[in-house]
């Protein structure tokens, strides 16, 4: 069997080399925008890992990658933490994001997000 054409990534099923399928597209995985107000987002704080850190997660989201990040940018700098964005399954099923920042700013992060127009509830401790 030949190398595979740069770029793209080939799977092997076993010994034998035979290729599988290529991995789901990227787009597939990608939210279905939704409009502000057609959220339901739910904010909660949560200790991080062994190290006992405090998170505060918000979603899920249903924007695209780009808008997700720029909302995240926008609320780490309006917060003053870190944070990231997270890909996670809706209650649906659906592909979504959680915005996951540093710290306990759950009373913050649900008034900025309900300022944005994003509907947003405190949940869990």
Do not use: C, N, W
Request: charged share 20%; net charge positive.
């Amino acid at each position: 069997m030949g190398t595979p054409p740069k770029g793209r990534l080939v799977y092997s099923a076993g010994p034998s080399g035979a290729a599988s399928a290529p991995p789901p597209s990227a787009a597939r995985d990608e939210p279905a925008a939704r409009s502000p107000h057609q959220h339901a987002l739910r904010v909660r704080r949560e200790k991080a890992g062994g190290g006992g850190k405090t998170v505060t997660i918000a979603g899920p989201l249903y924007l695209a990658r780009a808008e997700a990040s720029a909302l995240l940018a926008a609320l780490k700098k309006g917060l003053g933490s870190g944070g990231t964005l997270a890909a996670v399954e809706g209650p649906d099923g659906a592909p979504a994001f959680a915005l996951e920042l540093q710290g306990d700013h759950a009373e913050r992060l649900v008034a900025e997000l309900e300022r944005r127009g994003f509907p947003a509830r405190r949940a869990g401790g």
